[in-house]
């Protein structure tokens, strides 16, 4: 059930001075986020800047008796909003809408799930690890930042049991360069009678690659998009991406209420910004 | 306490209605709004075909505001009279149907067919969307346009006419009686204010569509003066939108000459906000004992000015 809280501020993690995470005291949220789902949060009151923001939930944090307590979410300082959201103190109080969207679908084994992350699109994926935990399904997580000090919480996902594969662009940590090519090589060097699916959140052009490799390896792959929204319910149109079923013509569609998870074959990969 | 408001021979439980294009079909947020405790809901402007709109970016955020070229993108109205009206019904919803065409023959027929459908409550016309070039505000930046679209609609329906007039122009009030003159039930005023962002590093606009429609708070005091030149000029029913987000921006347009309001981007920043807004009118009411939500509408006080010059 969705859920509008003004959520307390319990944490700021502050990572580095781009990436934050921030503890939000949210339980009714907590309760039903399925893994893959995001949250509206308004950066600051008043009307400017006036919008809420998309972001994926992060964690879910338990409490003392195991019940679902608060959420967290991984922000990169890029803009007016997400620069407030960085500088947020403990205490504050932030609007919280959620849970939305349609969520990742994990698989069940033998099929293995891979994931495929890039800077701060290592967001969604804390909790569909889990789900895959929870499933029993084996689990790779293939991350690539800038640099060795940009990978975070790679050790929680070790703990869910996830096998991980770094890379960073100046090579102080895992493979130099992208993450696409250990993917490329792993999916090259796996025969086709295992059963994986892809899950990609990241820079449009890393997801864009995943997909060609993904397509060529004839491997499913689903996609979690980051598109500017308005409202996250399917009221303003704002937030649409051009989407093709085979043999139909192409249309666009909401990625709050449609997404923000597609199936990478579905869209028209050249229309995406970035 | 009476909350209930007549637009026309359209009675309302309520004066909030969920603005055009900013509230989907309504359906979207039959999870998480009671639509049944709206006033009304006006739907996303309809043409008679599917439209697949404006590419993205299609919004950007601006102080206090957002604007907005999406193009119109929609279902077109037979899908939606076979798919979302009766999910609307089914809610309990006061359906208004926003359309738009290219030519006066598109929103006659439109209105033929919304006639037709069970559970439309009204019509609004929109001659105002500033996101299209093709028709829609043409009619609505003439007077002549407006008059020919709001007599043509009249006569083939029985169901509420209400254009949608645009801010675009020097004096709204003359629009405003164009309408009446032809046989308008109410106006609803404002839509968006043609307004443009640019992003200085790129040196590229910041929507696809270059130009784009302003909507918020940014643009209510604006709002309010249409709505109160308006309410000078014609008799009609007014429905008031520009920036409504609380109770006192809902009082300040009814005031000004405001029937009914509709609330819009509000809508997006806030989706539950509905319930607190109509508590807050009851409060006001109690406060100042007032019967009927009614003896509101165009009750500015405007006595003192005289008195206000001479002593300053
Ligand atoms: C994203 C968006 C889409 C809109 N679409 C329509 C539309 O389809 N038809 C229409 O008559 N007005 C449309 N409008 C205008 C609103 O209904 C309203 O007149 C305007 O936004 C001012 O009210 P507000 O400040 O409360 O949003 C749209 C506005 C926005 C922000």
């Given amino acids: ?274 | 306490m009476d909350l209930s408001v007549s637009i026309g021979s359209l009675r309302l439980a309520n004066p909030l209605i969920a603005a055009s294009g900013c509230f989907g079909y309504g359906v979207e947020y039959a999870g998480a709004v009671d639509l049944a405790a709206l006033g009304a809901v006006a739907v996303k402007g309809l043409f008679l075909a599917a439209r697949e709109g404006h590419p993205p970016p299609r919004i950007v955020e601006t102080p206090s505001g957002m604007l907005n070229a999406i193009g119109l993108q929609g279902i077109g109205v037979h899908r939606f009279v076979a798919e979302r009206l009766p999910e609307l019904r089914r809610h309990g919803a006061v359906v208004i149907v926003n359309i738009c065409g290219t030519t006066i023959d598109e929103y006659v027929e439109l209105a033929r067919i919304l006639s037709d459908a069970e559970g439309v409550a009204a019509l609004e016309l929109n001659i105002s969307c500033p996101n299209i070039k093709e028709g829609g505000i043409t009619f609505g930046c003439s007077l002549t346009g407006t008059h020919a679209v709001v007599s043509a609609v009249r006569k083939v329906t029985r169901l509420p006419v209400i254009p949608k007039l645009t801010p675009n122009v020097t004096d709204v009030a003359s629009f405003a009686r164009a309408a009446e003159e032809a046989g308008a039930d109410a106006v609803s005023l404002v839509n968006t204010f043609l307004a443009m962002a640019i992003d200085v590093e790129t040196r590229r606009p910041r929507l696809s569509n270059i130009v784009g429609g302003l909507s918020g708070p940014a643009i209510r005091p604006i709002a309010v003066r249409m709505v109160y030149e308006c309410r000078q000029a014609v008799r009609l029913p007014i429905i008031g939108m520009g920036g409504i987000a609380n109770t006192t921006d809902v009082l300040e347009f009814l005031i000004a000459g405001a029937t009914a309001v509709q609330i819009g981007t509000a809508n997006f920043v806030d989706p539950l906000l509905w319930s607190g807004v109509l508590e807050g009118l009851r409060a006001y009411m109690e406060r100042h004992r007032i019967g009927a939500i009614g003896e509101l509408t165009g009750s500015l006080d405007t006595s003192r000015r005289e008195h206000a010059w001479i002593s300053s």
């Fill in chain 1, 1 to 274: 059930m969705l859920a509008d809280v003004d959520a307390t501020v319990l944490e700021n993690r502050r990572l580095s001075e781009h990436y934050s995470v921030l503890v939000l005291d949210a339980p009714p949220i907590a309760a039903v986020t399925q893994p893959g789902q995001f949250v509206m949060l308004k950066p600051a009151q008043g009307s400017d800047p006036l919008l809420r923001r998309p972001f994926s939930v992060f964690e879910i944090l338990r409490g003392p008796a195991g019940e679902p307590a608060a959420i967290s979410i991984l922000n990169k300082r890029a803009g007016v909003g997400t620069a407030l959201l960085y500088d947020v103190e403990p205490g504050t109080t932030i609007r919280c809408l959620g849970p939305l969207g349609k969520p990742f679908e994990a698989v069940r084994p033998p099929a293995e799930a891979w994931m495929v992350a890039g800077g701060v699109g290592l967001a969604p994926f804390v909790t569909l690890a889990t789900r895959l935990e929870e499933l029993g399904t084996p689990a790779t997580l293939f991350y690539g930042a800038r640099t060795a000090s940009e990978l975070y919480y790679v050790e929680l996902f070790e703990a869910l049991g996830v096998r991980t594969v770094l890379s960073t662009e100046d090579g102080t940590r895992g493979v130099r360069g992208r993450v696409t090519a250990p993917l490329r090589d792993t999916l090259s060097a796996t025969p086709d009678t295992t059963d994986i699916r892809l899950y990609a959140c990241g820079p449009t052009p890393m997801m864009r690659a995943v997909a060609r490799l993904a397509a060529d390896h004839r491997r499913p792959c689903d996609v979690s998009l980051e598109q500017v929204m308005g409202c996250g319910l399917g009221g303003c149109y704002s937030c649409v991406v051009l989407t093709t079923l085979p043999g139909g013509t192409p249309h666009f569609v909401r990625s709050c209420i449609e997404g923000p998870v597609f199936d990478a074959r579905h869209l028209v990969w050249e229309a995406l910004e970035g």
